[in-house]
């Protein structure tokens, strides 16, 4: 490996260490660290909502539930004229009710929710239940405002047209988090409309509770789901079911109204930063084994039928010799790799990406016979280490990624065979603490601390495997963030949260910002993507 001076930039990054809470490490005086929530002090209150959030992502607890409101919905006669109304029936969404009546006739259900309080638009949505029209209606709705008075409009549509509307109050309590109800709006220079959907804040990394966070277009709090602690990382959907992780050892899958149905265990691994489904529906998940002295290395499979844990990868089997080459980080941990995204391209195939070394990778036959098909990154980086064999050629003159967030795979009909799109969010930073000897400016990279520097960038890379080389196809700059951070393509729209700035935003197709939001975080964001939840929540 090619060495330069060491940087400047390890005492930085040891104060942003020290600031995360993502594996409970801090010391404590006055409290003993629950591993799985990562927390070292929390107020006699919040220690008893945290229990009820364990309690919450319990399956007896929620079949308990089930059977419950089953019970209540046979005992009754729920009309458009008396619906059974319950206030978060299952614990998952604070800002939520749920909803279940007859009709005479079959019809859709749409709802608006309208808060006595300045600055608060109305918040509507088609209620999604299966097929548009039935008699039968049980649904969720959210966005409810907290401490005050909801007013909740139901309309009543049937086939022929003929419209009804139902009106309901429900006064809300507070939030179980101290999350503003609204945060600060900017609008941009761009007159391009906003992509619908909601922006779900995963990562809130607090030293209180942890939530995951729905924000609609106007930056109102529509939604505060709690976990039991760490972050959610990505929202996964299958048949009626939405999976996201709810602390370091758990992945909880939720129906859409609102039930925890499954709750996996990672067991001796601990969770980190990503999954996926594979093509059997399985899923993928970059993890740590707690058993090893290196952190952030793993790949593991959970088996969505049966729950079973097993390791698919270790990264120390294809880069052993480079292993040996690096320094531990200041906590102690040998963080070599620090894989923070996982993309699976199908048949086997999957993209990963090295935050220590700033390099892409793509793994072949990852289950029978996996092996390193190319990487993206430096070549002075990865020269003397013998495995600058396995580089894609760098096409064009443009500083390389540096940190990288959030590669995601795009596949365009318009590409000839052996071509695809990468784009992420581009830290622009120059720092691996395992390799602190390895000067990052002689290669452009020259920001070297989380904050403070110029930019970050949205990249898009055109990979063409054929040819064996990359190629910046597009880019633009974002407010500068050297760590976490996320960047999603959403129809012609960009979405860009600048985690540690506590920034997220929408640019047009020109990259034109269409509006951006700004919170006052306490550490940082880790990711914001946004869905626009139909055929599960919404129609």
């Avoid at 005050?148 to 139901?154: A, G, L, R, V």
């Avoid at 079911?241 to 909880?252: L, P, V």
């Avoid at 699976?344 to 072949?364: A, H």
């Amino acid at each position: 490996m090619a060495a330069a001076g060491i940087t400047a930039a390890a005492a930085g990054y040891r104060q942003y260490k020290e600031s995360k809470a993502d594996d409970g490490s801090k010391d404590s005086t006055t409290a003993t660290v629950d591993m799985d929530v990562g927390k070292t002090i929390l107020s006699s209150d919040q220690k008893e909502i945290l229990e009820d959030i364990k309690a919450t992502y319990n399956e007896e607890n929620q079949s308990e539930i089930e059977q419950e409101i089953e019970e209540e919905k046979e005992s009754g006669d729920y009309t458009e004229d008396n619906m059974l109304i319950k206030y978060n029936l299952y614990g998952t969404n604070t800002q939520s009710l749920y909803v279940y009546f007859t009709t005479d006739e079959a019809a859709s259900v749409s709802y608006t929710v309208h808060a006595e309080e300045d600055g608060i638009d109305d918040f509507s949505a088609d209620a999604y239940q299966g097929e548009e029209y039935q008699t039968e209606h049980e649904f969720q709705v959210l966005g409810l405002i907290p401490d005050t008075e909801n007013t909740i409009t139901f309309t009543i549509k049937t086939k022929d047209g003929k419209t009804t509307e139902k009106e309901t109050t429900y006064t809300m309590g507070s939030l179980l988090g101290n999350e503003d109800t609204t945060v600060d709006a900017t609008e941009g220079t761009s007159s391009q409309q906003l992509a619908d959907g909601l922006y779900v804040m995963m990562g809130n990394d607090s030293e209180n509770l942890d939530f995951m966070y729905y924000y609609d277009n106007n930056g109102v709090l529509r939604g505060e789901v709690p976990i039991i602690g760490y972050r959610s990382h990505r929202l996964l959907f299958d048949d009626d079911g939405m999976y996201y992780s709810i602390s370091q050892t758990k992945i909880a899958r939720v129906n859409r109204l609102g039930q925890v149905t499954k709750v996996y265990d990672t067991g001796e691994y601990n969770l980190h930063h990503d999954y996926v489904f594979d093509d059997d529906g399985n899923i993928l998940i970059l993890a740590s084994d707690t058993n090893s002295s290196s952190v952030e290395d793993m790949i593991i499979l959970i088996n969505k039928e049966s729950g079973k844990v097993t390791k698919v990868l270790d990264l120390a089997d294809f880069l052993g010799d480079y292993k040996k080459t690096c320094e531990d980080a200041s906590d102690g941990d040998l963080d070599w790799m620090h894989i923070n995204t996982l993309q699976w391209l199908g048949d086997g195939q999957i993209i990963i990406s090295s935050r220590e070394t700033s390099t892409i990778m793509k793994i072949d036959d990852l289950y029978d016979d996996p092996s390193i098909e190319y990487m993206i990154g430096s070549e002075e980086f990865w020269d003397g280490t013998g495995y600058e064999s396995l580089l894609l050629t760098q096409n064009g003159d443009f500083t390389l990624q540096g940190g990288q967030h959030s590669v995601t795979y795009v596949e365009d009909d318009s590409l000839e065979d052996g071509q695809y799109y990468l784009y992420m969010f581009n830290n622009n930073i120059g720092f691996s603490e395992s390799q602190p000897d390895f000067s990052w400016s002689s290669i452009g990279l020259t920001n070297d601390a989380g904050k403070g520097g110029d930019n970050s960038y949205y990249y898009r890379y055109l990979v063409d495997e054929n040819k064996g080389t990359f190629q910046l196809e597009d880019s633009f700059a974002v407010p500068y963030s050297g760590y976490v951070s996320s960047a999603q393509d959403i129809g012609d729209n960009t979405v860009m949260d600048s985690g540690i700035a506590g920034v997220f935003g929408e640019y047009d197709s020109s990259h034109k910002l269409i509006k951006s939001f700004s919170l006052d975080i306490e550490k940082f964001i880790y990711r914001v993507y946004k869905y626009d939840f139909e055929g599960f929540y919404f129609s």
